[in-house]
């Protein structure tokens, strides 16, 4: 099938994105891996797509005062491959190198990835274990958002009418902490079945900060909290993993379908929280 006949506009700065962002009936296009086959499907059909992908002001990958700030229309390939997330915050480049193939990786964008709010999306997991925060704009106002707050359900979040992300703002990671994002691929599409991110830091033998962002389980990405207050404290041992582990799907609505039943989900879940922990916690120094 082809797309329904619609506008299109390639703005070149992003006061002129906002503006026309705020008619109706208008939706951004960033790298196009996921809207534009919606598209094709007719299961989206704005009248009008706004590029943003020209704006060179909104590709950039930046430190600045203990965060580093990434511009919405940064590709997943340019975190993988950028020296400064690889160093600053690896979490969220590991993320980036398990998005999809490299084709995709190339054109999808990190403001595209969370805008679309897919429940088994790569970075959700690792965003919220790091605590990131959102920027979002329309023509008349800023405003800034913790990422557990930004996902509303499956497929939709807090953007508001006009509303376009600006940028994604992660911690530069303290030295000490230990991270790894691990995954149950679907094969055919490379999305997560089970993905879990983990951070963790220890002093003194024990176990002072644990942070675990789940996705691909619930219809929504979430942070398992209990987990992390199960493993806090702890020396941090395989059995201290494990007993956190064990309580990452408790009270979870699972996700159900022909790769994996709601049952399976949560046992992936289990053990995918283990190896992520366990990976994080040999990387601790
Ligand atoms: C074959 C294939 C395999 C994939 N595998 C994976 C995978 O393994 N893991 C994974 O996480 N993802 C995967 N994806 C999805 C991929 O990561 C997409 O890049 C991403 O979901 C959407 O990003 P995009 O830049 O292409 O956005 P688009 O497709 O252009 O837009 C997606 C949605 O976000 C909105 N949007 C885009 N940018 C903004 C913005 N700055 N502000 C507000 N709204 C915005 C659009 O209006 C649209 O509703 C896969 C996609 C394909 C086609």
Same mark, same amino acid.
């Given at each position: 099938? &082809? ?57 950039? &990958? ?12 940064? %590709? ?33 964008? &990190? ?13 959700? =997991? ?8 959102? #920027? ?15 996902? $509303? ?23 000490? %902490?230990? %991270? ?15 993905? $879990? ?8 033998? @024990?176990?002072?900060?644990?942070? #675990? ?9 979430? *942070?398992?909290?209990?987990?992390? @207050? ?44 283990? *190896?992520?922990?366990?990976? =994080?916690?040999?990387? %601790? #120094?």
């Amino acid at each position: 099938m &082809i797309a329904q006949n619609f506008e299109y506009s390639a703005p070149g700065s992003l006061n002129e994105a906002l503006a026309l962002l705020a008619g109706d009936d208008v939706k951004v296009l960033a790298g196009g891996m996921s809207l534009i086959p919606l598209m094709k499907l007719r299961l989206a059909t704005p009248g009008q797509l706004v590029d943003i992908g020209r704006i060179a002001g909104l590709n950039y &990958i930046r430190e600045d005062k203990g965060v580093l700030r990434i511009g919405a229309t940064t %590709t997943h390939y340019d975190v993988e491959s950028s020296a400064l997330v690889r160093s600053r915050c690896p979490l969220l480049a590991e993320a980036a190198s398990y998005i999809g193939d490299i084709q995709v990786r190339n054109r999808g964008t &990190i403001g595209g990835s969370i805008a679309h709010a897919d429940p088994a999306a790569d970075y959700p =997991a690792s965003l919220l274990a790091l605590e990131a925060r959102v #920027v979002l704009a329309t023509a008349k106002k800023q405003r800034e958002l913790a990422l557990a707050d930004f996902f $509303v359900d499956t497929f939709t979040t807090a953007l508001e009418p006009g509303e376009l992300i600006q940028e994604v703002i992660v911690p530069v990671e303290d030295q000490s %902490t230990g %991270t790894s994002y691990q995954k149950m691929i679907q094969p055919a599409s490379g999305f997560a079945i089970v993905g $879990v991110a983990a951070r963790v830091r220890k002093s003194g033998g @024990k176990v002072t900060m644990a942070r #675990v962002g789940v996705t691909g389980l619930a219809g929504k990405p979430y *942070r398992a909290v209990n987990v992390e @207050k199960a493993l806090e404290g702890t020396a941090g041992s395989a059995t201290d993993v494990q007993k956190a582990a064990a309580v990452v799907a408790d009270g979870v609505d699972a996700n159900s379908d022909l790769h994996a039943s709601a049952g399976y989900r949560k046992h992936l879940a289990r053990i995918y929280t283990m *190896r992520a922990l366990t990976a =994080a916690l040999s990387r %601790t #120094v």
